[in-house]
């Protein structure tokens, strides 16, 4: 049978919705270009391949953020603790002003200099090597050069639509 004929019409709420059913962690992902910090929440964030240590997350093309993590070549991924719901929102929200947007959360700089959260639960750095295209989306794949865990906590949860944690 050929693929083609297997095509069905999924219309993309119904899409949203299912995939949503899937519980993932939250993450904010980080660049700097030049003296300028970047930031991004992602669930998009997964470990790859252990030999060679590689990490992913998908960055919309349209965000502002795409441009910067592909100018900058470095990035940092900071894994939240559910007490870090805000800065999730934060980072999530669109064309906020990104001067001085880190203020408000004690961070430090990976030695490549791009911010890591001290609140979080799990951070690294990694080096891009290699860029997919994934429909409106770009699939950056990095090598991990850098690895910490700041803090303890439980982890913030992403799962249809709403935020949550172990209790």
């Known amino acids: 049978m050929h693929h083609d004929s297997l095509k069905r019409h999924v219309?993309?709420?119904t899409y949203r919705k299912v995939v949503g059913r899937f519980a993932t962690g939250v993450a904010v992902v980080t660049t700097?270009?030049?003296?300028?910090?970047?930031?991004?929440?992602?669930?998009?964030?997964?470990?790859?391949?252990?030999?060679?240590?590689?990490v992913l997350f998908c960055a919309e093309k349209v965000a502002r953020f795409h441009a910067a993590v592909l100018e900058a070549g470095v990035w940092g991924v900071s894994v939240l603790?559910?007490?870090?719901?805000?800065a999730s929102r934060f980072f999530a929200h669109r064309g906020r002003a990104?001067?001085?947007?880190?203020a408000r959360w004690p961070h430090h700089r990976s030695p490549a200099g791009v911010a890591l959260f001290d609140g979080a639960i799990a951070t690294l750095e990694a080096t891009t090597s290699a860029v997919h295209p994934g429909?409106?989306?770009?699939?950056?794949?990095?090598?991990v050069t850098h690895l910490g865990s700041p803090s303890d906590g439980a982890p913030l949860l992403y799962h249809d639509g709403r935020y949550s944690s172990f209790s």
Do not use: C, K, Y
Not at 45 to 52: A, G
Not at 98 to 102: F, I, K, P, S
Not at 135 to 143: N, R
């Open 32 to 54: 700097r270009v030049g003296e300028v910090d970047h930031a991004m929440t992602v669930n998009s964030f997964t470990s790859v391949s252990l030999d060679p240590l590689l």
């Open 81 to 86: 603790p559910a007490s870090m719901e805000d």
């Open 11 to 13: 219309d993309r709420q």
């Open 98 to 102: 990104l001067d001085g947007q880190l």
């Open 135 to 143: 429909g409106d989306h770009s699939i950056i794949v990095g090598a």
